[in-house]
């Protein structure tokens, strides 16, 4: 059961669920921050300055990570409004390992073969569709920023 202030006219029950089954990759971003990064262990004491120091420095990196992996990448990869074309963790721990290596001095990555790196990274084909934002959703974002409401 799904709980919400919307108002029935303004979405159909239907599209509700289809968007809140859609807050799965906000599951998937916080898991890729506990497995990648371990933002969930922290070599300090609980409520600590240091604590607080070494989470805003994993934040930081991940912030980097995924700049970084947006311009290889471009937005696509995060996006719902359509099926991607390759998952997020491939590319992130491929970056993750780049940015690690130019941070430690070590050269080792050649930038000039990322596009053959994704192309062999891609997506299988799946039986079933990925989960995408439902239509009406799309269409009341699209009206929203036509109107000049883009931060909503």
Request: hydrophobic share 40%; with cysteine; glycine share 4%.
């Amino acid at each position: 059961m799904i709980f919400t202030t919307w108002a029935p006219e303004g979405l159909p029950t239907e599209t509700v669920m289809a968007l809140y089954r859609v807050r799965w990759p906000v599951e998937l971003v916080i898991k890729r921050l506990k497995s990648i990064l371990n933002i969930d262990h922290l070599r300090a004491r609980k409520n600590s300055a240091l604590a607080d120091l070494s989470l805003n420095g994993k934040l930081l990196s991940a912030w980097v990570i995924e700049k970084r992996l947006r311009r290889r990448c471009g937005d696509d990869g995060n996006r719902r409004d359509q099926p991607r074309q390759v998952t997020p963790w491939r590319p992130l721990k491929l970056v993750q390992r780049e940015l690690t290596s130019a941070i430690s001095g070590v050269r080792q990555w050649d930038l000039r073969r990322w596009t053959e790196a994704l192309k062999v990274i891609q997506e299988r084909p799946r039986r079933r569709l990925l989960q995408t934002v439902p239509e009406r959703v799309r269409q009341l974002i699209a009206h929203c920023q036509a109107q000049g409401l883009s931060n909503i």
